[in-house]
């Protein structure tokens, strides 16, 4: 039990041509060692479109070519197909810093390194041919076990983790039923940071996920992080560079039906090695403007899209304008309330509405720290065009509706939307907020 199966598709001359879905479709299972895949029907379309003369089902295990079984899929086999393991060692691997576990790996990939010569002799050895990989998850310990691995062969292994690839490469088992042991790191040359995370209340944020950002001239990291039992965390923010400048190190934590939360540490020129950034506190950011949509003079119970834009001065003779202003958060509640916050210099600024729900209006210039701002909307008419298309006919549709006025209420302006296929052959589209 527990080995992938995998079917390939050939053409007259036994070439291999390409592997279903590029991965495994089944797991042989206890207690009989069956696979089984399922709904078959549904290659003979792919089957159709590239001349596919032969089906071969194989294992689809890194590290052993398997050529397949000759299968017919129309009718499918009376009996199961029979296929063959090489003899196999074993590999456990972990992702692992400062000799513990990295918490937020839950899976590890282990894939087969063939060489070159291997590689021009048998093109499909490549990715998503016979050189596939293979993903486990990881038990509670870290480990990940990958019980089939063929003998004398070398492998690679890599995890996603702390904002980057953990990985190693190295020789796979030499005897049968042996077993390696493998520990991924970061790799040489890397700059890491590590912190704790702390609440409002800065108790310590324990086993939770947050997102981390690191910005600077050469610096763009952005990765999906999870604190340990102590709230701790660790980050690569990549390899040396010219200019290892970080202007920004922010932890931001989302919360459904709430604002979100931010810690930020000074900036700072990053080293190779690890960096302790200190105690980081979770707090609201400050505040730019909050208020309330009104839909039709009532409370707008409907999420609304807005954009914040801050007034630039003209440069080198050219025009003044609004640009948006990013990194800011923006909550909104269920009774038509919303807020934005964030870091925001000193300037004009005004809030334009985003939305195909509601009628087009003009932005809205506020006082930095507006308190309760009112935002009318008005809802409009809705449209619906149905198409009949002509018969066999699978091309993607756009509609484009012509006429009315601009959001300045100004010349006509042309509407476009992506159509959609109904059940029964027809393309709808549709349009929910136009002037009457």
């Known amino acids: 039990p527990g080995v992938p199966v995998a079917m390939a598709a050939h053409d007259a001359q036994g070439r291999f041509q390409y592997l279903r879905d590029w991965e495994a479709l089944a797991i042989t299972e ?72 990295v918490p937020e790996v839950e899976w590890i990939t282990l894939y087969w390194q063939p060489a070159r010569n291997q590689q021009r002799l048998r093109p ?15 038990d509670a310990d870290g480990w990940a076990r990958f019980p089939y691995v063929p003998l004398g062969a070398r492998f690679g292994a890599y995890a996603q983790a702390l904002g980057g690839s953990l ?26 940071l590590t912190g704790r995370l702390l609440d409002p209340q800065r108790a310590p944020f324990v086993q939770q996920k947050f997102r981390f950002q690191a910005n600077g001239p050469q610096i763009g990291t952005q990765a999906d992080l999870r604190t340990d039992a102590e709230g701790r965390f660790f980050v690569m ?29 000074p900036g700072r ?25 009104e839909l039709d003079g009532a409370p707008c119970k409907r999420k609304v899209g807005l954009r914040i834009e801050r007034f630039t001065a003209p440069e080198r003779g050219g025009e003044p304008n609004w640009r948006q202003q990013r990194g ?52 409009g008419s809705q449209l619906a065009v149905t198409m009949l298309p002509p018969e066999g006919c699978q091309d993607e549709f756009v509609a ?16 476009r939307s992506d159509a959609w296929r109904r059940e029964d052959q ?9 002037p009457a």
């Not at 000759?70 to 074993?90: A, F």
Request: proline share 9%; hydrophobic share 40%; aromatic share 6%.
């Open 426 to 434: 027809r393309v709808q589209v549709q349009w929910p907020a136009l």
């Open 237 to 265: 923010v990549g390899r040396a560079r010219q200019e290892n400048r970080a202007d920004l190190l922010q932890a931001e934590v989302r919360r459904d039906g709430q604002p979100t939360l931010i810690a930020r540490a």
């Open 400 to 415: 484009e509706l012509l006429g009315g006025p601009d959001s300045a209420g100004g010349k006509p302006k042309g509407r």
């Open 124 to 138: 499909e050895w490549g990715w998503g041919g016979m050189g596939m990989n293979w993903e486990r998850p990881t």
């Open 30 to 101: 206890a207690p009989d060692g069956i696979a089984r895949l399922r709904h078959l029907q549904q290659l003979r379309a792919g089957e159709r479109e590239a001349k596919v003369e032969q089906w071969r089902v194989r294992t689809h295990l890194p590290g052993f070519v398997d050529d397949g079984t000759v299968c017919t899929i129309d009718p499918p086999p009376p009996e199961p197909v029979v296929l063959r393991l090489p003899t196999c060692g074993s590999v456990r691997a972990r992702a692992e810093l400062h000799q513990k576990p």
């Open 167 to 192: 990985s190693r490469s190295f020789a796979g088992p030499v005897a049968a039923g042996a077993g390696v042991e493998v520990v991924l790191g970061p790799p040489d040359g890397v700059a890491l």
């Open 328 to 379: 800011l958060f923006v909550h909104q509640d269920e009774a038509g309330r919303f807020e934005c916050r964030g870091g925001f210099p000193p300037g004009r600024y005004r809030l334009a509405v985003q939305s195909d729900q509601v009628l087009p209006r003009e932005p809205i210039e506020f006082t930095p720290g507006a308190l309760d701002l009112t935002v009318e909307l008005r809802s």
């Open 269 to 293: 020129e990053l080293r190779v090695g690890l960096e302790d950034l200190g105690d980081l506190v979770l707090q609201l950011d400050a505040l730019l403007v909050a208020g309330h949509f």
